[in-house]
DNA sequence: GTGAAAGCGCTAACAT
DNA sequence: ATGTTAGCGCTTTCAC
């Protein structure tokens, strides 16, 4: 149980070099203040010894971890691992490295999870997450204490964090424009988690180009899912037996759009023929979903890097302000929707 | 850049609560030999000044790290992100986190990730992988050095480290078998790359189920894809193009099944009725691709927590033999087969 | 350009 | 049951 970590020290190569261990520790840190002549003497001992600082007794005598704290929701979904992927890329470039927070946690355990990160004395933290907050004390005390945050897929309003997004309420507004432009104008839609900060974005971007085109707003051709895909097929149902006509469904993500499909079809309605579908993600699978859907493309990966990007940049310069910087969806249209005739 | 954690730290609880530093130390480590009101008092003193020891100064000082390493290799695949999630959770509990590594480095990265892992004291690293693999010299080294791997996904014969994954062998065998049993004989199936042990091993059930079945293995109905949507597209358009006859499909997973299931479809071959298609790992889209896809299911988060169980257990017990831990899949019927029927 | 001394916050081993 | 003394391996500060 006692572990050993039999490892060079600096001292180690000190000695073998024939030089001081604060010399080591430049030539370790690359400062210019070193001969090249004893640099080189040191590197070779480095490489002879096969040494490695030990980035604990670094993180203690420096107070810098170089660790990075990454909080998020669920890796069930592909945005959220999209983003993770590139998180953690844009992390690696720059010397740090993440901790997995919490995957999966509930609301209230997420003040646990940051403590632990606290103790292990992460830099700053990736916040990944959908929404669902009313308080975010804890958020606000972590940054109080010099510990930088930054958010992705939701905010709230006022709180002094960087967040890197999607411009959901233009997504939602074209995925809809895309549906009006093909003349329909009987648009159900099937929205996210009404706590999602995403889903009331995209829901009102639907509104608003429902509006432009003179269209009332009609509650009931909504309905509200839980991302998933099982969630699109219940919704779909819920609105199908309210015997409701419609012609056109803008479904929030691509999950419960595949979902809202197979309702559709096993009521003997086919997509796009008889009604129209769009999604939202553009996740790998909707290429190949039948029909191949439509959707509005979001840059997750970049969105991870842009996110990590910022947090370094916040770490490394603690003046800098906060920023919010939106990404717009990019509307891919494949063989989902087809232009309104009446039937 | 110069960052602070003007936390506070061990020698002023010892202070507020009018005690020395050790005694502070082991209530936090809940020692036994503390006196119940001493310990009463630290405890108040602890939450008066909200003291959070510093994990790098513990780590130091105890030669623990309770840090874990995860290298894995795609995030896009779920079956690695729920691995992953399974690993997490299993962490926490036993007091633990994962450093990210690398999500999809190329394997000439992996010692370098690993090097970076060995810098942070990680006391043992998990590795999520398909395989790849002719050396495992790094891996070797570094449990050489006490640092024990556990792996998921892949093995190297003979290699020491405990792997904790699904018979791939009986899960393509049952995949087959489940084919066969319906009637068909001439079965196409499409791999994973050539050189993933996965791959290989369903590819080995296969052939078994065949040989059973006294089925003469025919290379011509073989494709082998990349594990990706579109690379299963591209098989069975080569394998349609050769104009083979075959009555069944056994893709070896359920992605590569959806790539498929759409060339088929754009040659006018529908899905069961002409084409019986079986899939593997029971992704949620699974259940929601048309037709909904039968597969065989890999229980992917139990195998994240078995392999961050035996991975813990390795490092807090070093005397612990590697071993080998297989899970079994289960076959899901849904609606993508269908007894055989000559045209 | 290089070295010596001090200390980061904690635990381990021994005291008492 | 509690305190004292040494470090853990490194960076920092300040000499030279």
Same mark, same amino acid.
């Given at each position: 149980?006692?572990?050993?970590?039999?490892?060079?020290?600096?001292?180690q190569v000190a000695q073998e070099a024939g +030089?001081?261990?604060?010399?080591?520790?430049?030539?370790?840190?690359?400062?210019?203040?070193?001969?090249?002549?004893?640099?080189?003497?040191?590197?070779?001992?480095?490489?002879?010894?096969?040494? $490695?600082?030990?980035?604990?007794?670094?993180?203690?005598?420096?107070?810098?971890?170089?660790?990075?704290?990454? /909080?998020?929701?669920?890796?069930?979904?592909?945005?959220?691992?999209?983003?993770?992927?590139?998180?953690?890329?844009?992390?690696?470039?720059?010397?740090?490295?993440?901790?997995?927070?919490?995957?999966?946690?509930?609301?209230?355990?997420?003040?646990?999870?940051?403590?632990?990160?606290?103790?292990?004395?992460?830099?700053?933290?990736?916040?990944?997450?959908?929404?669902?907050?009313?308080? &975010?004390?804890?958020?606000?005390? %972590?940054?109080?204490?010099?510990?930088? +945050? +930054?958010?992705?897929?939701?905010?709230?309003?006022?709180?002094?964090?960087?967040?890197?997004?999607?411009?959901?309420?233009?997504?939602?507004?074209?995925?809809?424009?895309?549906?009006?432009?093909?003349?329909?104008?009987?648009?159900?839609?099937?929205?996210?988690?009404?706590?999602?900060?995403?889903?009331?974005?995209?829901?009102?971007?639907?509104?608003?180009? %429902?509006?432009?085109?003179? /269209?009332?707003?009609?509650e009931t051709l909504l309905g509200e899912g839980?991302?998933?895909?099982?969630?699109?097929?219940?919704? /779909?149902?819920?609105?199908?037996?309210?015997?409701?006509?419609?012609?056109?469904?803008?479904?929030?993500?691509?999950?419960?759009?595949?979902?809202? /499909? $197979?309702?559709?079809?096993?009521?003997?309605?086919? +997509?796009?023929?008889?009604?129209?579908?769009?999604?939202?993600?553009?996740?790998?699978?909707?290429?190949?979903?039948?029909?191949?859907?439509?959707?509005?493309?979001?840059?997750?990966?970049?969105?991870?890097?842009? &996110?990590?990007?910022?947090?370094?940049?916040?770490?490394?310069?603690?003046?800098?302000?906060?920023?919010?910087?939106?990404?717009?969806?990019?509307?891919?249209?494949?063989?989902?929707?087809?232009?309104?005739?009446?039937?």
């Amino acid at each position: 149980m006692s572990k050993l970590f039999p490892s060079i020290t600096i001292k180690q190569v000190a000695q073998e070099a024939g +030089v001081s261990i604060q010399t080591v520790s430049r030539v370790v840190n690359n400062r210019y203040d070193v001969a090249p002549e004893t640099r080189q003497r040191v590197q070779e001992a480095i490489a002879r010894l096969g040494y $490695q600082p030990n980035a604990m007794a670094r993180g203690l005598a420096s107070r810098r971890s170089r660790t990075l704290g990454l /909080i998020t929701q669920d890796f069930n979904d592909p945005f959220f691992t999209q983003v993770t992927t590139g998180a953690e890329q844009e992390a690696h470039e720059h010397g740090y490295f993440f901790m997995l927070g919490s995957v999966c946690c509930e609301k209230e355990e997420e003040p646990k999870y940051l403590r632990l990160l606290t103790e292990r004395h992460v830099e700053g933290v990736l916040l990944i997450r959908g929404g669902g907050f009313d308080d &975010a004390d804890h958020l606000l005390k %972590l940054q109080g204490h010099g510990v930088p +945050v +930054v958010t992705t897929g939701f905010y709230l309003p006022g709180a002094p964090f960087t967040v890197i997004d999607v411009d959901n309420i233009d997504g939602g507004w074209q995925a809809t424009r895309h549906l009006i432009d093909n003349g329909h104008r009987q648009i159900a839609t099937i929205t996210g988690p009404k706590n999602w900060k995403s889903a009331q974005d995209r829901l009102q971007g639907y509104c608003k180009a %429902l509006a432009e085109a003179g /269209i009332d707003y009609n509650e009931t051709l909504l309905g509200e899912g839980s991302w998933h895909h099982r969630s699109g097929y219940g919704a /779909i149902q819920a609105i199908l037996s309210r015997n409701l006509a419609f012609s056109a469904i803008f479904a929030q993500n691509d999950r419960m759009a595949i979902g809202a /499909i $197979q309702a559709l079809r096993q009521h003997g309605l086919q +997509v796009p023929e008889n009604i129209s579908v769009i999604g939202y993600d553009d996740l790998p699978e909707a290429e190949f979903a039948s029909p191949a859907l439509s959707t509005l493309r979001q840059p997750a990966v970049e969105i991870g890097q842009a &996110a990590t990007r910022e947090l370094i940049h916040q770490i490394e310069s603690p003046e800098a302000a906060p920023r919010q910087l939106l990404y717009n969806a990019e509307l891919i249209v494949r063989n989902s929707v087809l232009p309104y005739r009446s039937m």
